[in-house]
């Protein structure tokens, strides 16, 4: 796969509020996209993921947004809360592929 | 389930020296896979599997030898550990057949150090 990357290395943000963490990606031809939290001294773990002919997609206090025009993935968490604190990866493949690639991850931080 | 289990989670080594990190899965799942993490350098693919009998290089493949005799069963062996190879493996696994998806289940990591 090609190129996924994140903006911000680290974004800190106060309980409650909402955090956005965006990824861009340079595949075009990537067409599913998945978000992973990887907590401290553990294993990523899945959160969230969309196809390529979605735009939008809710779970419990996390929506993902996908533009393809521009290429670009964001996370947004509602109401955020320390247990949110992680690091955050997006992954992209293409073609059916099963083997994703992963961007660099963002590190979460929230302050109490 | 246990999901995917990784040992050991610790291990120290000298240069020179071989070892073998285990994952396991309990998924039935086609496709294992192993991976190193770095600071800095995000998540990088060294060998995977999709199936028994299967295996492929990933991305930074040299050092490392894998083998699936199991669909179950998935070790990672170092021939001959090298500074540069310290470092978080984690070993994840998905799919059942017909439905490979890019969700992967993940371990909670082997952490490797190598003097």
């Known amino acids: 796969g090609e190129n996924v990357g994140l903006h911000l290395p680290t974004l800190s943000v106060q309980e409650g509020d909402n955090s956005i963490i965006n990824c861009a990606y340079s595949n075009s031809a990537s067409d599913y996209f998945i978000w992973y939290k990887q907590e401290s001294g553990k294993g990523p773990q899945f959160i969230i993921d969309?196809?390529?002919?979605?735009d939008k997609r809710q779970g419990q206090r996390v929506t993902v947004l996908l533009n393809k025009t521009v290429k670009h993935l964001s996370l947004q968490i509602a109401a955020t809360q320390p247990g949110d604190s992680a690091v955050y990866f997006c992954?992209?493949?293409?073609?059916?592929?099963?083997?994703?690639?992963f961007g660099r991850g963002t590190s979460l931080i929230v302050h109490p | 389930n246990a999901g995917v289990t990784q040992t050991p989670k610790f291990q120290v080594l000298k240069t020179g020296q071989s070892m073998t990190l285990q994952c396991a899965q309990d998924?039935?799942?086609?496709?294992m896979s192993w991976y190193r993490q770095d600071p800095g350098m995000g998540l990088r693919l060294i060998h995977y599997?999709?199936?028994?009998?299967?295996?492929d290089q990933g991305e930074v493949p040299n050092g490392y030898n894998v083998s699936r005799s199991t669909t179950e069963d998935f070790p990672l062996r170092l021939l001959s550990a090298a500074p540069s190879q310290t470092s978080v493996y984690f070993c994840?696994?998905?799919?059942?057949?017909?439905?490979?998806?890019?969700?992967?289940?993940f371990g909670e990591g082997s952490r490797l150090t190598v003097l």
């Open positions: 994840a696994s998905s799919g059942l057949a017909g439905k490979l998806t890019g969700e992967l289940f």
């Open positions: 992954a992209e493949t293409s073609g059916g592929s099963y083997i994703p690639t």
């Open positions: 969309i196809r390529s002919n979605m």
């Open positions: 998924m039935n799942h086609e496709y």
């Open positions: 599997s999709v199936g028994a009998g299967i295996t």
